[in-house]
């Protein structure tokens, strides 16, 4: 559950960043494919038509990979503050030496900062729905009472 949660988080910038180059290079198809009107029409008909479905088919992509860094950030956005700026100095914005940044930035001790990481990453992991391992879903009931 932790490690794909971890995963989740790491990805959050790969795909803000994968979307970003989805929708750069649709745009060029999508110039490349006005162009070919100029062209001879019977290349260019076959030419438009496989542009077009490519197009589409990366502004499928684009859209999925919107839909799920969307998700993530409104799961980010949902938790306590100190849980969230620790997923994201750990995570999504790695920093160098982010522990002890953490300390100083949440007046914490290093103990504390993994407590309140793993408190976070139960938490996201409930909170985006990922699949719970039978035995880590009974801690957190007992944990809970």
Request: hydrophobic share 40%; charged share 30%; with cysteine.
């Amino acid at each position: 559950m932790k490690e794909q949660a971890i995963r989740e988080l790491k990805l959050l910038e790969v795909r803000r960043m994968a979307a970003d180059s989805l929708r750069l290079r649709r745009r060029v198809l999508e110039a490349d494919a006005l162009g070919l009107a100029d062209r001879d029409e019977r290349t260019a008909a076959t030419s438009q038509a496989w542009l077009c479905g490519r197009c589409d088919r990366l502004q499928q992509q684009e859209a999925l990979l919107r839909e799920q860094v969307t998700q993530t950030e409104r799961v980010l956005a949902s938790m306590p503050s100190r849980q969230r700026t620790v997923l994201e100095a750990l995570y999504v914005h790695p920093r160098q030496n982010p522990i002890r940044w953490l300390q100083d930035t949440l007046y914490v001790s290093r103990t504390q900062v993994y407590r309140i990481r793993e408190e976070a990453l139960t938490r996201f992991s409930l909170l985006l729905g990922l699949d719970l391992v039978p035995g880590e879903a009974v801690q957190e009931d007992k944990s809970a009472v």
